[in-house]
């Protein structure tokens, strides 16, 4: 008997994530372990972990031409980033297997950090992540202040 899981998506399902713009994405760890950086009074401390993301968050236009990478945070077990998309595919590109959806490019960094840091920290990943379409310049600018004020708001506690 085969049983595979029946995953719901988490997606806004009348979006499409091909489309320009802009998004607020939130990326855990797998079980929630604090491996990405460390906090001392609101200053972050990257782990090698953290430093391979910065990396990884800053090469995703050289795979995606058509992607912006602004705004990062790294927190102990999770990371905010701002990513734009700056130009639609047509359909036929996204049937062709071109497709540069928010998926594949968060796809590509999740891989990107998994290949360099796997063989000394294990399971890296969440297999998931959290998304928000910013809709405007306001929405835009209260996501800038959250990502910039995350670790002076960090409680070593969280979970």
Not at 67 to 93: A, F, K, L, N, W
């Amino acid at each position: 008997m085969d049983r595979k899981r029946n995953r719901r998506s988490i997606r806004h399902q009348l979006h499409d994530y091909h489309a320009q713009g802009f998004y607020f994405v939130t990326i855990g760890t797998y079980q929630k372990k604090k491996i990405l950086s460390s906090i001392h009074d609101g200053q972050v401390q990257l782990s090698p972990v953290g430093m391979a993301i910065i990396r990884c968050w800053q090469e995703i236009p050289w795979y995606f031409g058509d992607v912006r990478m602004h705004d990062i945070v790294v927190m102990p077990d999770h990371m905010h980033g701002i990513i734009e998309i700056v130009s639609t595919m047509t359909p036929r590109q996204i049937s062709a297997g071109t497709s540069k959806s928010l998926g594949s490019v968060i796809r590509r960094f999740k891989i990107g950090v998994t290949t360099q840091m796997q063989s000394q920290y294990g399971r890296i990943w969440h297999r998931n992540y959290y998304d928000r379409i910013i809709r405007d310049d306001a929405g835009l600018h209260a996501v800038k202040a959250y990502i910039r004020l995350n670790p002076i708001r960090w409680r070593g506690d969280e979970s």
